[in-house]
């Protein structure tokens, strides 16, 4: 079975600052793995994927992998109070869809 | 404007009864899915269509049945043989998987059924 394992959470963090969001997942045959954001009430909508080992940047958010270590975490730079959301980690290890992990509750304080 | 179309958006049963949630894209893409979510819980997936006149069972199948007779449609009962089907309902849907296992989920609004 595979499982993906995020802290619920939550996760505090002031206005401006960094959030840091971490996952492990244990297949290592995995191939590649997604942040999605999660409103209250609403459905996952994506933020990033990767499935090369290093950082991938898109505007203030930043992924990172590391294979060896069975690790993807997520890096939310300027944090805004619209970031407050759960964030899901998903990866991807075959033809079956996505497994996701239960997802941190991030909250950003103004 | 391209997208998965969930409906209803609220759905109440009464013990016992069966019910259908539709499930239509315009993507014109080959996969499916559908998903559960339970309050504080991740998604646990419960069916996926790769093509047309085929499907597979996910994680938490039982209990549910799904078809996919068009490319546009996936929908999923959900039976009265299933013990707690109070949840939040995904439908999603992606191109054809490549090598990089890549392909993106794109997800509907959501079907929120309750069962009183």
Same mark, same amino acid.
């Given at each position: 079975?595979?499982?993906?394992?995020?802290?619920?959470?939550?996760?505090?963090?002031?206005?401006?600052?960094?959030?840091?969001?971490?996952?492990?997942?244990?297949?290592?045959?995995?191939?590649?793995?997604?942040?999605?954001?999660?409103?209250?009430?609403?459905?996952?909508?994506?933020?990033?994927?990767?499935?090369?080992?290093?950082?991938?940047?898109?505007?203030?958010?930043?992924?990172?992998?590391?294979?060896?270590?069975?690790?993807?975490?997520?890096?939310?730079?300027?944090?805004?109070?619209?970031?407050?959301?759960?964030?899901?980690?998903?990866?991807?290890?075959?033809?079956?869809?996505?497994?996701?992990?239960?997802?941190?509750?991030?909250?950003?304080?103004? | 404007?391209?997208?998965?179309?969930?409906?209803?958006?609220?759905?109440?049963?009464?013990?016992?009864?069966?019910?259908? #949630?539709?499930?239509?894209?315009?993507?014109?893409?080959?996969?499916?899915?559908?998903?559960?979510?339970?309050?504080?819980?991740?998604?646990?997936?419960?069916?996926?269509?790769?093509?047309?006149?085929?499907?597979?069972?996910?994680?938490?199948?039982?209990?549910?049945?799904?078809?996919?007779?068009?490319?546009?449609?996936?929908?999923?009962?959900?039976?009265?043989?299933?013990?707690?089907?109070?949840?939040?309902? #995904?439908?999603?849907?992606?191109?054809?998987?490549?090598?990089?296992?890549?392909?993106? #989920?794109?997800?509907?609004?959501?079907?929120? #059924?309750?069962?009183?």
């Amino acid at each position: 079975q595979k499982e993906v394992e995020q802290n619920s959470g939550p996760l505090s963090v002031p206005e401006g600052a960094i959030a840091s969001l971490n996952c492990t997942y244990s297949d290592r045959g995995s191939q590649s793995f997604f942040w999605y954001r999660q409103y209250s009430g609403k459905s996952p909508e994506l933020i990033m994927f990767i499935y090369s080992n290093g950082d991938k940047e898109d505007g203030r958010f930043t992924a990172q992998l590391n294979k060896a270590s069975q690790y993807v975490s997520l890096l939310i730079r300027d944090s805004q109070p619209s970031d407050s959301a759960t964030y899901l980690c998903a990866v991807r290890g075959g033809a079956d869809g996505l497994t996701f992990g239960k997802g941190t509750h991030l909250i950003i304080q103004p | 404007d391209g997208g998965i179309t969930q409906s209803p958006k609220y759905l109440f049963r009464k013990e016992g009864q069966n019910v259908t #949630l539709s499930c239509e894209q315009n993507l014109n893409h080959d996969a499916m899915y559908w998903y559960r979510q339970d309050p504080g819980q991740g998604l646990r997936l419960i069916y996926y269509s790769q093509i047309v006149n085929d499907f597979q069972k996910g994680d938490i199948a039982e209990g549910y049945s799904v078809s996919r007779e068009k490319k546009e449609s996936f929908p999923l009962t959900v039976t009265s043989a299933q013990k707690n089907p109070t949840a939040f309902y #995904l439908c999603a849907s992606s191109r054809r998987i490549d090598s990089t296992g890549a392909n993106v #989920l794109t997800f509907g609004a959501g079907s929120r #059924l309750t069962v009183l």
